[in-house]
């Protein structure tokens, strides 16, 4: 597999809560709890907000969250906030000791 | 505070070389692993290299291997990326990143730069 499976864009109004979706193979997303979300705006260096499925690095917010069931994993952003717009890229270690990303989801925030 | 900084993006030939460098600060350098990832113009991350701490041992998607090689020089705190037999779909943004400490396994990348641009083309 070349590329974890994300949808290409999700939307919500302010306040709304949004699930982004990752599905993999039982050879990265359902070998490993190595899932990790990066949140991206163009131009700018990518950002870390979730590792190890749901651990969240020191300063980000509790709105976001993740989980993980078989070969899929799943960002969850509560409370949306003008702030969270921008693409969204999840990523897993796999079993040929490389890692692999998703191809990205283009949040938007109506 | 962490600092990485790319630099050695250009325009270059196809087949022709180009070096990249990441120049890191704020941390101790020489303790973590650290990653290559670039984006093509309007496509997504892609995972290209990764290098241990003491830089003795490599890994490299499939599609670099054997044209692209990941070093460091501790002592200088900065990361490499020779690119060799560059093709049109070398084309992106490049990426280096530290690897997550905090990590209980491989969860990859925490910090990253902001990239520098290598364009191949005639």
């Known amino acids: 597999q070349s590329v974890l499976t994300q949808p290409a864009s999700v939307s919500g109004s302010p306040g709304q809560s949004i699930t982004i979706s990752c599905t993999g193979t039982?050879?990265?997303?359902?070998?490993?709890?190595?899932v990790s979300w990066y949140q991206h705006h163009p131009g700018k260096a990518p950002k870390l907000i979730l590792y190890?499925?749901?651990d969240r690095p020191s300063g980000v917010s509790d709105r976001f969250s993740g989980s993980k069931s078989g070969n899929a994993a799943s960002l969850t952003i509560t409370g949306l906030q003008a702030e969270d717009e921008g693409d969204y890229y999840c990523?897993?270690?796999?079993?040929?000791?490389?890692?692999?990303f998703g191809g990205g989801t283009r949040l938007t925030v109506l | 505070e962490v600092q990485l900084v790319e630099s050695g993006g250009d325009l270059v030939q196809p087949g022709g070389s180009l070096r990249l460098s990441c120049a890191a600060s704020?941390?101790?350098?020489?303790?973590?692993?650290m990653h290559w990832v670039r984006q093509a113009p309007g496509k997504g991350l892609v995972w290209v290299a990764r290098?241990?701490?003491?830089?003795?041992?490599?890994k490299y998607a499939d599609s670099v291997k054997g044209r692209f090689t990941i070093s460091r020089d501790n002592a200088k705190n900065t990361l490499f990326l020779q690119m060799n037999t560059l093709r049109g779909e070398d084309t992106a943004v490049y990426f280096c990143?530290?690897?997550?400490?905090?990590?209980?396994?491989?969860?990859?990348?925490?910090?990253w730069g902001q990239g520098t641009l290598v364009a191949v083309s005639s």
């Open positions: 990143a530290r690897d997550n400490p905090d990590s209980r396994g491989y969860s990859g990348p925490d910090f």
């Open positions: 704020g941390f101790t350098f020489g303790s973590y692993w």
């Open positions: 290098i241990n701490s003491e830089g003795t041992t490599t």
């Open positions: 039982s050879s990265d997303i359902g070998r490993y709890d190595f």
């Open positions: 190890d499925v749901t």
């Open positions: 990523a897993s270690y796999t079993t040929t000791i490389t890692w692999i």
